[in-house]
């Protein structure tokens, strides 16, 4: 079974460094573009970026370049979402998904598997 | 504001069917037939429900149909079901610069 298993809530203080993870397990990590996804209280979900573990190439959203960092670790199965100095508005639920594949094609915007969410509160 | 434009809300009775609209430009929707869309109940992770415009996963029941028409792509759901109620929203790949776009969401209320 497939599965992307988030890292637990965190409660930081702006200005803060912060890092998540998402460790998938079930498939074969390096071959599957991993995006992450911000979903802000009450509000939309927001595209971030994607990572492809073989080789680490990332590809940002131009909202979101310069904002955080993505990285993954092909060792351990596990994608990071990490910010340098954590914002209020940082303040979201971010998901980290699996570009969906078949056997024959990739699907670009797709992902067919989710992790469950990571809960990042930003408050003085 | 949201790349791609969605309703706020729409309802039906169970049974009825309801489409969802998702309006872009010609340099997301229009341009690729990219289009995918998810459903996410509260507290929940989105799940897609449809990809390439019109393609459903494996699993997903055939009541989830999708199309697209110049810039505005659109989910119909048929047989309304009450697990239906949710929120809806559209993704639109946008080329190699702006990548991805998600639409604002739109709730779905089943009567």
């Known amino acids: 079974e497939v599965q992307l298993v988030q890292s637990g809530a965190e409660v930081k203080k702006p200005g803060e460094s912060l890092r998540i993870s998402c460790k998938g397990s079930g498939y074969s990590f390096t071959t599957y573009w991993i995006g992450w996804v911000r979903q802000m209280p009450g509000k939309g979900l927001e595209w971030m970026g994607i990572?492809?573990?073989?080789?680490?190439?990332?590809r940002y959203s131009p909202s979101f370049q310069g904002q955080v960092t993505m990285s993954a670790d092909k060792s351990s199965s596990t994608a990071y979402l990490q910010w340098s100095s954590l914002k209020a508005s940082d303040t979201a639920m971010y998901f980290c998904a699996r570009r969906y594949c078949t056997s024959t094609s990739c699907y670009l915007g797709s992902y067919d598997s989710w992790g469950q969410g990571t809960l990042v509160t930003v408050s003085s | 504001q949201s790349a791609l434009t969605q309703p706020r809300s729409v309802s039906g009775s169970p049974g009825q069917s309801v489409t969802i609209s998702c309006t872009g430009t010609s340099s997301d929707v229009g341009g690729y037939d990219y289009v995918s869309w998810y459903q996410q109940h509260p507290g929940k992770a989105p799940k897609l429900m449809i990809y390439?415009?019109?393609k459903r996963p494996s699993g997903v029941p055939d009541r989830f149909s999708g199309s697209k028409s110049g810039n505005t792509a659109s989910l119909t759901i048929s047989g309304l079901q009450a697990e239906d109620e949710a929120d809806y929203y559209c993704?639109?790949?946008?080329?190699?610069?702006?990548?991805?776009?998600f639409g604002g969401g739109t709730k779905l209320t089943v009567l």
């Open positions: 993704c639109s790949y946008a080329g190699r610069y702006t990548f991805v776009v």
């Open positions: 990572i492809y573990p073989a080789d680490s190439d990332t």
């Open positions: 390439d415009v019109s």
